[in-house]
C-alpha cells in the first residue's frame, strides 16, 4: 500500500497534527517539497522522563507516485496487477482517495 497524491497533495500540504497524553506529547508538521508529491514532515516528540519532558525532533521526507508508476514498476518486475482498492476497503480508488491497496501476483 502508498499514499495517494491527493494525500500527499492536498491532505498533507502544510497540515499540522498534534497530540498529547501524559508521557508523550507531539507536534507534527508537514512542508511540500520540491520534487512532485513530496512532502517534509517536521516532528518533535515530548517525552516524559520522571517529572520533566525530554524533547526529540526528526525530520523525514516522503513521496509518492501516480498510480499508473506503480502499476508499471509491478508489471517491469514481472508481476500482474489484479486489483487496486483503496483506504482499508474493497472498493476502487476513487479521486479522493488517501491509499492505494495493490493485489499482485508474480507471473
Known amino acids: 500500500d502508498v499514499h495517494s497524491v491527493y494525500k500527499m497533495d492536498v491532505l498533507f500540504r502544510d497540515a499540522v497534527f498534534a497530540d498529547q497524553d ?4 507531539y507536534i507534527w508538521t508537514c512542508h511540500p517539497l520540491d520534487r512532485p508529491h513530496s512532502v517534509g514532515h517536521e516532528l518533535t516528540f515530548f517525552v516524559r522522563r520522571g517529572e520533566w519532558y525530554e524533547r526529540y525532533d526528526e525530520w523525514h521526507e516522503q513521496r509518492t507516485f501516480e498510480r499508473a508508476a506503480y ?13 487496486v482498492t483503496a483506504d482499508f476497503t474493497d ?3 476513487a479521486e479522493t482517495s488517501e491509499r ?4 499482485a501476483r508474480r507471473r
Open 91 to 93: 472498493e476502487p480508488p
Open 22 to 25: 501524559e508521557d508523550l506529547s
Open 71 to 83: 502499476e508499471q514498476w509491478l508489471d517491469d518486475a514481472g508481476f500482474d496487477v489484479l486489483e
Open 100 to 103: 492505494w491497496f495493490f493485489v
